[in-house]
């Protein structure tokens, strides 16, 4: 599920749900804060340096140095000075599919009529970027920095030496050259693209459905790219072949279906439906349905409500609900779901979230009660309320086909009990359409161990194997009225680490699908944006529910056969060593979200704190307060120390027990992936145990020490510096290997190779410039 459900910053209003917190985007303006200083870059010479190095070959160079002033030879001559690798030409394609790594690394560079400029975007685009690609603006921290205009000049000469240290670093650390990729960005989508194997066979499994998120799918408006195709008839049928039979797709209502009140707000509607409706068509000959995302109706402007008074429910912010007790609210609602169903009756189906995400209905935020009508009824009715007028104009839509005699199989709904209060789900699902289904996700609530300190699950979780109380209640409940239940997981990657097409701790994930067999759960979400990638997760959880005999072993034996040949067994021990130092991971939902998991060695580090707070997924900062959460932080370091431990133990057995084995070349090529993921999780994992210890060292240095103590936390400093210097340029090796490390779909590369090259620059500085400094203060 989202992350964006979760909100651990004060700048926005939250609603708690359980142990998590909801954000509350309605008003937000997105504007810079004057005053309020990005990070520190003194690693390099300017802020010019750190632009052309954080953009060359992300952005057009026409662009990159219109943006600055600046003619592309300026740009070109300034990056050949410092070592930067020849310019490339950036295809439409790369900058379609990258740019939310784009704006991230420009985040804390450039101001935003200069970011507007870099994308070649309208402020509008940006705005509904930030709100609506997975609510990109809290990953980004609900906070803009006030950066100064960033302008091409001629370098003064302690610039000019500043840049010759640049360079001289560069020279020395990679004496091959600046990293380059052996395999491009985003080369897997050329490679998923592609049609399988001959005479690779689908894995029948029992669960139905099966759906998941496109490994590579946009997030924002899909249906308005032009060029994008997110469903490739090659990747389809790798889906199916892993044992997938359905994905979802985000929609908002209004830019799908007429906005009766405002038509400006869909302009593009039909042609949305009509892609929609040929993408439908495309994926059913794989064997695919698409669902749809279903957090409606959406919050308005107050000013909207100037000539609609009446529709106007809840006012939070600066928006308010369009009210769904009201009549001409349900009667858009019903007509909207009609026209869908009525143009793609072959749709899936939808999936609806009442209590999250975005600001819906009255009681979404849990604020219903201020509303004079939603109040009267209470959550639980508005709820369900809502998702029978979703059903009634299902069924609507239809009725043209059942009229002509046409043999339509009506979308499914799956009702999602994510946000709902305890007490709330058993009137809910009492009052659900019986047609429906009820989706809980599976490892919520589930009471966990980690290093002595006892906590519960969220979500997201492939190191704890569900199902948890929490699902199995809800389910329990639906049963009795009749309805099927699906249970939402993690198959394939989780925010415990998302940077890596998947998690191999495929123990956990068939011991999971076991569990969920033995459940008699119906059918399986097996991921939010992440997790779609056709690995060997996805095939082991239609394994387990293919037989109602066939055991974790038997599963994972079966795929590493499969996939690894004569490697196999091999493979096999290592799943399982894997999935044994996976479950030591220090879960809990500020760690997750909040620690650098994603950005591993990519991440920062700097001689003062920032002050800044991490955000979810985004940038972790220097905030290990918010990594660590509730655990100690020695509790918090030793456990991803055992995780990175086990990984690269279970490695070195790996890599020797195949060293020479017999293997195709496929099959020798799919190893050197699989270990290169399996490294990349004990890579990040390590790295943030160095940060970790990093943060901690300076600050106890900051506030004072004696000079004994004080020199031997310095030679520890350098040796962190040291380690980190090997990781990043280790897992730069990797990504320039493997275009999948770094990458997940809602928030595209969280890294590139030019990152990992400046965490590089960054440790020398700190070792060559501030620890010298820091020595002289004690001695």
Known sequence: ?????????????????????VPALAGMTYQPIAGR?????PHFPDLLHAYLWRNWN?????????????????????????????????????????????????????????????LDWTEEKLTFTLQEDDFFYIKL???????????????????????QWLAKVLREEFKAGFPEPKEPLFQFVDDLSKMPETGKSRAASGFAPRFGYAYFALFGDPLLEKGIDPYPDGYLEQMSASGMDGTWMHIVLSKLTPFPWDPSISEHWETRLENLGKMVQKAKKHGIGIYLYLNEPRFMPLAFFDKNPDLKGVTIGNQAALCTSHSLVQQYLTDSMATITSRIPDLAGFFSITASENHTNCWSHGKGGECPRCSKKGAAEVISELNRIYMTGIKKGLEVHKAGNNQVKEPQLIVWDWGWKNEWAEEIISKLPPESALMSVSEWDLAIERGGIKSKVGEYSISSIGPGPRALRHWEIARKNGLKTIAKIQAGNTWEIAAVPYIPALENIATHAQNLRN??????????????????????????GSSETITPMQAMQKVAQRRYGAAGH?????????????????YEGAVVYSAPLQVGPSNLLWSKPTGYTASMVGIPYDDVTSWRASYPVAVFMSQLDKIADGFNLALRALKKETDGINLTKPQRAALVKECGVAETIAIHYGSIVNQTRFNLIRD????????????????????ILQKEIVLAKRMAELQGSDSRLGFEASNHYFYVLNDLAEKVVNCRDLLEHWLPELRKMFV
């Open 1 to 21: 599920m989202t992350l964006s459900r979760r909100k651990f910053l004060t700048s926005v209003s939250v609603l708690t749900a359980g142990a998590l917190t």
């Open 570 to 586: 091999a493979v096999t021990q290592a799943w399982q060593s894997y999935s044994k130092a996976f479950s030591e991971f220090p």
């Open 58 to 118: 992300l952005v057009p160079i026409g662009r990159l140095a219109d943006v600055v002033g600046a003619k592309p030879q300026d740009l070109i001559g300034m990056a050949r000075a410092i070592g930067l690798p020849a310019y490339k030409p950036v295809t439409l394609d790369q900058q379609q599919r990258s740019y939310l790594t784009v704006i991230r690394r420009n985040w804390h560079l450039l101001p935003r009529e200069q970011l507007l400029k870099l």
């Open 141 to 163: 921290g609900s906070i803009k920095p006030d950066c100064e205009i960033v302008r091409f000049r001629s370098l003064s000469g302690d610039d000019k030496k500043r840049q």
């Open 700 to 719: 106890q240095l900051s506030s004072g020490v004696e000079k004994k103590t004080a020199l031997d936390l310095i030679s520890q400093l350098e040796g």
């Open 519 to 544: 459940t008699k759960v119906d059918g399986l979400m097996l991921g939010w944006t992440l997790g779609g990638y056709p690995s060997p997760n996805l095939e082991v959880v239609a394994e387990m």
């Open 37 to 41: 200083k990005p990070v520190a870059l």
